[in-house]
Every structure is written in C-alpha cells, then in structure tokens.
C-alpha cells in the first residue's frame, strides 16, 4: 500500500521559514519523479515543485516561489522535503506531496500526471 505522508506545516510570520517533509512506503521512491503541490481556500490546487527521479539536481519551480523556496529528496529515507524561505501571506495555503512513476522533462509540471498523493498539511502565514 503506498502512503504518502507530509508533515512540517504550522504557522509563521511574515518572512520566515518551514520546512516541509513527506515520508513515503510501499512504492520504489529512486523511481518516482515528486512535487509539491498547494492550494489555497477557495482555489484550484497549484503546482509548486517538482524533482525528477533521474537526477536530484533536475528540479521546476513555480514563478511565484522561485527564489525563496527548494526541493530536494533523500534516496535513502524514501523522504520529499520542501524547504521555504521568505514566506508571504498568499504562500498560506495546504501542501501536497505527490509522486509519479518514471515522470520526465518538464511534464512533471502537470499535476494532472501524478498517481499518488498525501493528504496535505496546513501552512499559514501572518502578515
């Protein structure tokens, strides 16, 4: 059974840092590409992050956290982590974990291909 779990979230100030982590089992995680993903209230869930299984230094960001955020993934505790920096109220929002099978090139930019997800943790940001 594959389980996906994040934790790492809470509440900051404007300014600071959280870094996030999603532990997985049951799946081969040096053969899944992984992202974040969030979504605010009201909103459509975005993607964040993402960082290929053929190489870790392979990595896509979004434009709006480009800059202040890193993803990096450890092979060897089957661990995603997320880590940010500079946070703004509008980074308020819950984070996902996803991964996806053999996922390449800029493709795991869609959330729309990524098989397996966790249930999310709650960031939020004061202002």
């Known amino acids: 059974q594959v389980q996906l779990v994040e934790s790492g979230g809470g509440l900051v100030q404007t300014g600071g840092s959280l870094r996030l982590s999603c532990a997985t089992s049951?799946?081969?995680?040096?053969?899944?590409?992984m992202a974040w993903a969030r979504q605010a209230p009201g909103k459509e869930r975005e993607f964040v992050a993402a960082?290929?299984?053929?190489?870790?230094?392979?990595?896509y960001y979004a434009d709006s956290v480009k800059g202040r955020f890193t993803i990096s993934r450890d092979n060897v505790k089957n661990t995603l982590y997320l880590q940010m920096n500079s946070l703004k109220p509008e980074d308020t929002a819950v984070y996902y974990c996803?991964?996806?099978?053999?996922?390449?090139?800029?493709?795991?930019?869609?959330?729309?291909?990524?098989?397996?997800w966790g249930q999310g943790t709650q960031v939020t940001v004061s202002s």
């Open positions: 049951g799946l081969s995680f040096r053969t899944y590409s």
């Open positions: 996803a991964a996806q099978r053999y996922g390449y090139g800029d493709y795991i930019t869609r959330l729309s291909g990524y098989e397996y």
């Open positions: 960082v290929s299984y053929m190489d870790d230094s392979i990595t």
